[in-house]
C-alpha cells in the first residue's frame, strides 16, 4: 500500500531509510516535533509499505529526500507566522495538496485537525485523520489569538471531513473531540494508540544516587513549575536526589531556569534543555523515576518510551489519557500533580524504596508491549487504511 503521512515530523530520524545524499541532508535538519507520525511512518515502511510525507517548517524552503521505499517532500513556508495564520496556512496548504495529489497514493493518513489534515481532504484521495489534541482544551490553557485561530481550523475540519475516518490516540481525547466539536454520536473515532518507539528496549543502567528525569517544555500545561516546587520539599527528605528537566525552554539559560533560581528552587536541578533523542533516552534509562507533571495529555509518549526502557514512571491521576496509559496506575504511580505536597510526598515514597520503583518498572514494561507494540498499532492502522478506501 503507498500511504501518504502528513505531519509535522523529525526529519533526522528518517535518515536510515534515505539515499546517502538525501540521508545526509536529512540529518544536518533541525530535531522536529511530531515524534508519533514519524515512528508511525517508520513503522510502516518495516512492514512493506511505500511511505511518502508531506509537510512544511515555518519559514523554510521547499526540500524533497528520497529512499528506497520514502520519499519526504517538505513544501515551502512562509517566514511570517503572522501572514500563515491570518489566511489559515493557506499557501502551506494549497502546496501540500498539490504534492499529495500527484504522489498517486492509495491514502492519506494527516495528523492533527489544522492544516495538514485540510490538506489531505482538499485532494478527494481516501482521508484518514488522526485527532491528536482537543481544541477547547489547549485555547483553554493557552489563551492567545494564534491558539484561537487554530481552534477555528480545528472546526473547519470537523465540518469537511465527514468522508474522512476518524482516529485518536486515546479513549480520552476521543471523548474530547466529540464535546467540543457537537460531533455526532453515530461516527466512529477509532482509538489507535501511539506506538513503542523503534530502537527502544530495557536497559539496565540506574544512577547511583536517587533521580528523577522530566521530558516537557517550558508551558503552563507541563506544569513544571508545580515540579519544581514539589522537588524542593523532596530535597528534604531526600538530600541527594536530583531532577534532570530536559525540552524546550527548560535550559539552563531559559527563562524557567531564572524563574527557579529567583524563587530558589535550582537546589539539585539540572536545566538541559532540548536535546537529540539518544541523549533523552540515555537519561530515562538512568532515572529511578520519570515524573511527567503535566495537568493534560491526549496520550504520552515520553511515559510510554520511559516504560519501555524499564524505568518507572509517575504522572497525573487526572491528566488526560495519563491514567489508560498507566493502566489505571497498575503499570506506574499515579498523583495529583496539581497538589504541591501530595505530588511531593508520592515521588518521596519512590525515591526512598529503589525496589519499589524496580517492581513498578517491570510491569510497566509489560504492558507498554501488550498495549502498544509497532506491530499491534501497525495491525489497527492498516486495518483503518482499508475502511477508509472502502467507504471512499
Not at 5 to 28: D, M, Q
Not at 217 to 240: H, Y
Not at 246 to 254: C, E, H, M, R
Request: overall charge positive.
Amino acid at each position: 500500500m503507498h500511504v501518504v503521512i502528513t505531519a509535522p515530523v523529525n526529519i533526522p530520524s528518517f535518515a536510515p531509510y534515505l539515499s546517502t545524499e538525501s540521508a545526509n541532508k536529512a540529518g544536518r535538519q533541525p530535531l522536529g516535533t511530531g515524534t508519533a507520525p514519524t515512528s508511525l511512518a517508520i513503522a510502516l515502511i518495516g512492514a512493506g509499505h511505500q511511505v511518502t510525507v508531506v509537510t512544511h517548517s515555518n519559514g523554510e524552503p521547499r526540500m524533497e529526500l528520497t529512499g528506497p521505499d520514502l520519499r519526504i517532500v517538505q513544501v515551502a513556508s512562509r517566514h511570517r507566522a503572522r501572514n500563515r495564520a491570518l489566511d489559515g496556512w493557506r499557501v502551506e496548504r494549497r502546496n501540500m495538496t498539490e504534492v499529495i495529489k500527484e504522489s498517486g497514493a492509495d491514502v492519506v493518513h494527516a495528523h492533527w485537525a489544522y492544516e495538514c489534515a485540510q490538506a489531505a481532504i482538499a485532494t478527494e484521495l481516501p482521508v484518514a485523520i488522526t485527532i491528536r489534541d482537543a481544541p477547547l482544551t489547549v485555547l483553554r490553557y493557552t489563551p492567545t489569538l494564534y491558539r484561537a485561530i487554530r481552534a477555528m481550523m480545528a472546526y473547519r475540519t470537523r465540518l469537511t471531513s465527514k468522508r474522512a475516518c476518524l482516529a485518536a490516540p486515546s479513549p480520552y481525547l476521543a471523548s474530547k473531540w466529540r464535546r467540543q466539536t457537537l460531533m455526532k454520536s453515530t461516527r466512529v473515532v477509532e482509538v489507535i494508540p501511539n506506538m513503542v518507539p523503534a530502537g527502544f528496549e530495557r536497559r539496565s543502567a540506574r544512577s547511583e544516587h536517587p533521580l528523577i528525569v522530566e521530558v516537557a517544555d517550558s508551558s503552563r500545561t507541563k506544569n513544571v513549575k508545580n515540579l519544581l516546587f514539589a522537588f524542593n520539599l523532596v530535597k528534604g527528605a531526600v538530600p541527594d536526589a536530583e531532577l534532570r528537566l530536559i525540552g524546550p525552554g527548560l535550559g539552563q539559560d531559559g527563562p524557567l531556569a531564572g524563574w527557579a533560581m529567583k524563587h530558589q528552587l535550582e537546589s539539585g536541578v539540572s536545566f538541559l534543555g532540548s536535546a537529540k533523542r539518544d541523549v533523552v533516552e540515555r537519561h530515562l534509562t538512568e532515572a529511578w523515576l520519570h515524573v511527567h507533571a503535566s495537568k493534560s495529555e491526549t496520550f504520552g509518549n515520553t511515559l510510554v518510551e520511559a516504560m519501555t526502557l524499564g524505568t518507572a514512571v509517575m504522572g497525573g491521576s487526572k491528566s488526560g489519557a495519563v491514567p489508560w496509559v498507566v493502566n489505571d496506575g497498575k503499570a506506574g504511580f499515579l498523583t495529583d500533580v496539581t497538589n504541591v505536597g501530595g505530588f511531593a510526598d508520592d515521588m518521596i515514597t519512590c525515591l526512598s524504596d529503589l525496589n519499589l520503583c524496580e517492581s513498578m518498572a517491570t510491569r510497566g514494561h509489560d504492558h507498554v508491549f501488550s498495549m502498544f507494540s509497532s506491530a499491534r498499532v501497525i495491525d489497527k492502522t492498516v486495518a483503518l487504511y482499508e475502511k477508509t478506501i472502502g467507504a471512499h
